[in-house]
């Protein structure tokens, strides 16, 4: 099974920084990588997918890019709304892997 | 949409049979999974199925418990778990995907979720 490691485990950051949360896979993944959002007590929602397109309603502030094994979740001015855990899951293969999530969260 | 049922209390050892109905698609153009998330803990992704029922995956800590399957008839996915644990306590989401594979599309609308509680 193909490892997906993220870091940080959480962070701590103001309103209107930017943001970088990292994905890892363990195996070449090419561009098989959704990052998906979970806000407090709601259900998971898919941010972007093939690496780097936003899923329709995204707003222009999340994007992702990379390939092979290494990725990256950047938000470029942090809101409220953001708090958060996100998580990067692959789909290259079965089965599909999530990492152990990244807490956002406001200082 | 989907809209999971089947949730509750099971004693370990016991079944239980959870559904999701699907509305607001074509039900049988597309992959589905169960994805759970242990309390507190982050998500895990369960079993997948492709659109025509034919193909199935589950992850090695369930492949010989839980059963994946689909009635396109009746817009409803299942999860049948068998010989159930303490750590099969979490919140089972039922998602749909991009695609008709699961391995290859991720998922793109999800349920509500329904509850395990595996305790005696």
């Known amino acids: 099974d193909i490892q997906m490691t993220q870091s940080p485990s959480s962070l701590s950051a103001s309103v209107g920084d930017r943001v970088t949360i990292t994905c890892r896979a363990s195996?070449?993944?090419?561009?098989?990588l959704a990052w998906y959002q979970q806000k407090p007590g709601k259900v998971p929602k898919v941010l972007i997918y093939?690496?780097?397109t936003l899923q329709s309603g995204v707003p222009s502030r999340f994007s992702g890019s990379g390939s092979g094994t290494d990725f990256t979740l950047t938000i470029t001015s942090l809101r409220p709304e953001d708090v958060a855990t996100y998580y990067c899951?692959?789909?290259?293969?079965?089965?599909?892997?999530f990492g152990q999530g990244t807490k956002v969260e406001i200082k | 949409q989907l809209l999971e049922s089947g949730g509750g209390l099971v004693q370990p050892g016991g079944s239980q049979r959870l559904s999701c109905a699907a509305s607001?698609?074509?039900?049988?153009?597309?992959?589905m999974s169960w994805v759970r998330q242990a309390p507190g803990k982050g998500l895990e992704w369960v079993s997948g199925i492709s659109r025509s029922g034919v193909h199935t995956y589950s992850v090695d800590s369930v492949t010989d418990r839980f059963t994946i399957s689909r009635d396109n008839s009746k817009n409803t996915l299942y999860l049948q778990m068998n010989s159930l644990r303490a750590d099969d306590t979490a919140v089972y989401y039922c998602a749909k995907h991009f695609g008709e594979d699961y391995y290859h599309s991720c998922m793109d609308v999800w349920g509500k979720g329904t509850t395990v509680t595996v305790s005696s």
């Open positions: 607001g698609f074509t039900f049988s153009n597309y992959a």
């Open positions: 093939a690496a780097s």
């Open positions: 195996h070449d993944i090419y561009n098989y």
């Open positions: 899951q692959h789909h290259n293969n079965a089965p599909p892997t």
